[in-house]
């Protein structure tokens, strides 16, 4: 099986040819503003045109909430999508390939499960990227719920004083821990501005970088722990460009320890490394 497989999400896309469950090459770009369905799913393809023709089947994974009406947006500040956005089909009139897609850490959930070495019957993926999103598997199957908003996580309430999220709600583990609410927290404290990627740099030197990481991480290790309290699980499984950041995973579990037995779970980075939401995104033709 040779798929297309695209991951979008809020500031970039990626996009790979994968065959077999192997990710063969793959490239990304900035995420364009979705303005319509169409243009979004031609500008996606015009970057793809070198893999059109070798493959069988398009997987898109996507940050949002995916319907049969298309992707909406639970958080758009994240990305914006006008509702509908019916991109799955765009995709498929305009490629003339069959186009399946989910969220994107849904995605990624499926696959992690599926490459774990010890089957479990409950886990559940967290991604901390641009948002924080995540995936859960009940019963060793994939649970979207009835309209896919099973597994948005990242809108769990943790913190009733804490910021607004995009989403509308007060206190989201979305709105303290993703690299979105990383970036604003460093842009009130450094001038000029640093990146994300400067700032996990300095923190083992910067009392204020360590702070705002370890607000985020403890974030994490909080929703870590709810979700084993009310679910069970028996894993949970970290990715995303800040849950694979230098020194974060350890973080998190580091916070998680000392937390009441109970409630302490093993989280584990992903296998899919970065582009977990990727191999999800094609490996929805394979299961």
Partial sequence: MRTLAIDIGGTKIAVGLVIDGQLTSREQFSTPVANNAEDFAQQILTRSQQWLELVDSIGVSTTGL???????????DTLAFPTPFPLADCLQQQS????????DAQAAAWYEYKMLDDKVDNMAFI???????????????????????AGH???SVIDSQGPTCGCGQTGCVEAIASGTAIKKASDACFSPPISNIELFEIASHNPQAEAIIDRSANAIATLCCNLKATLDLDIIVLGGGIGLALGYLDRVNQLIRQRPQAFQISVVPAQGDYDACLLGAAYQFKD
């Fill in 127 to 149: 991604t901390v990227s641009t948002g924080v999103g995540g995936g859960i598997v009940i019963n060793r199957q994939l649970h979207k719920g009835n309209v896919g908003l």
């Fill in 96 to 103: 003339g390939k069959p186009v399946a897609m989910l969220n």
């Fill in 66 to 76: 995916v319907s049969k009406a298309g992707i909406s947006a639970i958080n758009p």
């Fill in 153 to 155: 996580i990242g809108h």
